[in-house]
């Protein structure tokens, strides 16, 4: 099995954080993920399954290891039916099922996620998620055993899904899409590919959306109006061009972002007595 010690963190997110981790290791099928997480759990070992790092703050603290299941990339299409491992890039996975004609993953074209990060996380965009294509995930829990969890026993909510909550590692998902022109599928991605674009500070490594939007309220906006837009702590900075993003514009640590997230929260709760919940997944 391949594996990278002292692996440079900046290669592991989106946000490209500095930091060192120990260890991370690259399985080839399911029988070596079986065996190494049963090895790590011996060794009282901390690990983490990783997609793409694309909603990911990792402290440069963090004593454990990462897992990237990048070699679980098959893919199957059979008629509107999807098989696809849980290491495929979503925004592929996308254009893939745009030349077979199949809709339902517009939304998810800009999304540079896996497809087993984004069933983990319920990825959305656009006021659609992976919900509304899942049909079905095999999983791998912390015993060896594996098993099919169907979208009701995935229990999906917004940004949430039962993986986030039990030891359960996504291998293989199958989606169930719709028939549409190749034509009108390129021109949603197209659009919603402008948008985001014109709206996102792709210039920048981040990890998408920072908190949630509460009940009624956009987050950015608030973030805005506290007159966060910019300020910096170390290389992390609110964007200036979407406050509810968090970008690194050069050097920034996983500790810059947590700071900053803490600063953002006590100035916008002092200011409105909303406390702002956050939507990333935080590694320490």
């Not at 939304?107 to 497809?115: D, E, Q, V, W």
């Not at 919900?131 to 969890?149: A, E, F, R, W």
């Not at 197209?190 to 920072?210: D, F, I, M, T």
């Amino acid at each position: 099995m391949k594996k990278i010690s002292n692996a440079d963190l900046r290669n592991y997110t989106t946000y490209k954080l500095e930091g060192k981790v120990a260890c991370v290791y690259f399985p080839e099928d399911v029988t070596e993920l079986e065996k190494l997480i049963l090895k790590l759990k011996k060794e009282n070992m901390k690990y983490k399954i990783l997609g793409n790092g694309s909603n990911l703050i990792i402290s440069s603290k963090y004593d454990g290891v990462l897992i990237k299941l990048e070699n679980f990339d098959k893919l199957d299409i059979d008629g509107n039916i999807v098989t696809v491992g849980s290491g495929y890039m979503l925004p592929k996975l996308a254009l893939e099922c745009a030349k077979k004609n199949l809709s339902g993953l517009e939304f998810a074209s800009g999304i540079p996620a896996t497809i087993g990060g984004a069933i983990y996380q319920n990825a959305g965009a656009y006021g659609e998620q992976m919900d509304k294509v899942i049909k079905s995930v095999t999983v791998l829990d912390d015993q060896g055993n594996i098993k099919n969890l169907n979208k009701e026993e995935l229990q999906l909510g917004y940004r949430d899904s039962i993986l986030k909550h039990e030891s359960l590692i996504c291998l293989e998902v199958v989606l169930e899409l719709k028939r549409d022109s190749y034509e009108n599928i390129k021109q949603r991605m197209h659009n919603n590919l402008l948008n985001r674009k014109e709206k996102q500070p792709l210039e920048y490594p981040s990890a998408g959306s920072v908190f949630r939007n509460p009940p009624g309220y956009s987050a950015g906006k608030l973030i805005e109006d506290a007159g966060l837009k910019g300020f910096k702590v170390g290389d992390a900075m609110v964007s200036l061009k979407h406050a509810n993003f968090i970008v690194n514009v050069g050097h920034a640590s996983g500790e810059d972002v947590l700071q900053l997230i803490k600063i953002i929260q006590e100035k916008v709760k002092d200011e409105t007595g909303i406390l702002l919940e956050v939507e990333q997944e935080v590694l320490e």
